[in-house]
């Protein structure tokens, strides 16, 4: 039987639902600023594009650690409307500006940035395929940085395996994805992968209060209480298998 992924609920409903939250994603200031530490020559002319920047958590990071101008980019218009609000009540509205556009068609000019950052988003498109897009709107010797679901393990049981696959069918390990980083034209940099509590205190945890007041909102919603239940069995399934998958920080340099 087919399982059922995330995408396959409306994106309205998934954006409602995730735009009262911190973050869309797993994740952590710690693990943003520490992937930043591999990015040389940073400055205030800096030119950084945030992909798939959801309301802006790392985005806000990016800029708190650095003196570059963000461009945010997601396709949920709420999202950026959050995300342009934050960065007006932090006072960085002069180097952060959030815009709604899809990641598979970018907005920008050739070699315009930097730095292209993406925290649990280039799934969307593909790893490989992002990787290969976005590197035309790099300069050459620019840096790339995504976090990535990934394999720990070359072999894994069959539930945890249907489940990604179903989810991100090009999923691959840690080795994998290193080479398509080096295949689609970068010279990898770092890798490493985000730790438990990036998943269960910044993204499991969090949600479980906005699922009791989801599923009240919209009592009765057959759709509604399937994604619920989906999201349960997310946070499940990861306290099950968490030794054999999780997210990856690649960074890599355009060669
Ligand atoms: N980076 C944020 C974080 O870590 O909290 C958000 C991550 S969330 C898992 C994935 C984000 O990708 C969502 O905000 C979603 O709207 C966005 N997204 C999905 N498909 C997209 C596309 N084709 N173009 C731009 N953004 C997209």
Redesign the pocket.
Known sequence: MEEITIHEFD?DLI?EF?TELE?????SPEETIRALSFIGNLSNKTKIA??????G??TMVLAQNTEATITA????AG?IDKLNATAEKLGLQNRVKGIV????NLPFQNAEFDLIW????IA??GFEKGLNHWKNFLKKDGYIAV?YESWFTDERPAEIEKWWLDAVPEIGTIGHNISIMQKTGYIPVAAFTLPENCWIDNYFIPQKARQEEFLKKHAGNKTVEDMIAFMRREADLYSKYKQYYGYVFYIGKKM
């Not at 973050?23 to 994740?27: K, T």
């Not at 945030?50 to 309301?55: A, F, R, S």
């Not at 980019?73 to 949920?76: A, K, N, R």
């Open positions: 994106f954006n995730f973050r869309q994603g797993p994740g945030d992909l798939g920047c959801g309301t958590f790392q980019l997601d396709l949920c999202s556009g899809s990641m598979d993406s925290e649990g988003a969307n498109i976090t």
